[in-house]
């Protein structure tokens, strides 16, 4: 059992949300306000935050800034706002993901998933494992189906930086960050890499499996299975 901590005012969608979370084993607090949601968050510890931006007493990036000073916990935005602006941004201020309103209930709960096990501490996992694909953290390792495949030093920082973070979509800023450097901000070297990547780990890079397109926004890897 997990503990939830969902910040929307929209009572409609809390009192159908509340009840699909608490069959599903969780335990679930609601928060009306940013207010109460960042003094939840401090009271209650929870295991993942579910956070609507359009809050009536300050808007949800401003939460990710504030709860992202002094804690990690996850945070799975949940916003009616589709702009790929504000998705970005929310990313960049330290969200872990972003669905879109109206959600389906199967994907918002499968998103749940890959943030509690980035709770429980895989985080700090030594490998990575997502069908044939497998990655040694510390040895610097990446096989296919067993065989060892030669990466460029940069595929490897960009592949590492996508399967610390599985399940979860890296924006191109941090992906820019990790292989380029902070200032970096030319997003067709990044287009690049990602298809050699592809041609590597993906059996047909043309319809992936592993390493997906969130359009305008990043890159998701598949969530690991190790």
């Known amino acids: 059992m997990a503990h939830i901590l969902l910040i929307d005012d929209e009572a409609a969608l809390t009192g159908v949300l509340r009840p699909v979370l608490t069959a599903a084993g969780h335990a679930v607090t609601v928060a009306a306000t ?30 990710i800034r504030a709860l992202r000073i002094k804690r990690d916990t ?5 916003s009616a706002r589709h702009q790929e602006g504000e998705k970005i941004a929310a990313l960049d201020e330290g969200a872990d993901d972003y669905v879109d ?12 998933r890959v943030a509690l096990r980035r ?4 985080e700090a996992a030594t490998r990575y494992q997502a069908g044939p694909l497998a990655i040694d953290f510390e040895m610097r390792q ?7 495949l030669r990466l460029s030093p940069k595929e490897y920082d960009l592949l590492l930086a996508l399967a610390r973070h599985a399940g979860r979509v890296v ?11 902070a200032d970096s901000a030319d997003t067709q070297y990044l ?30 890897l598949a969530p690991s299975e190790a």
């Open 119 to 122: 709770a429980r501490g895989t």
């Open 191 to 220: 287009r690049v890499y990602i298809g050699l990547l592809r041609q590597k780990i993906e059996n047909d890079p043309g319809d992936p499996k592993l390493l997906l397109t969130e359009p305008g926004v990043g890159y998701r």
């Open 74 to 78: 996850p945070i799975i935005v949940i």
């Open 101 to 112: 309103k109206p959600f389906d209930i199967g994907e918002l709960m499968a998103r749940i």
């Open 142 to 148: 990446v096989t296919l189906d067993g065989e060892t």
């Open 171 to 181: 924006t191109h800023r941090r992906l820019l960050a990790a292989g380029w450097g």
């Open 34 to 63: 940013a207010a109460e949601g960042i003094t939840g968050v401090d009271e209650l510890d929870p295991d993942v935050i579910l956070l609507d931006l359009g809050l009536p007493d300050a808007d949800g990036k401003t939460v």
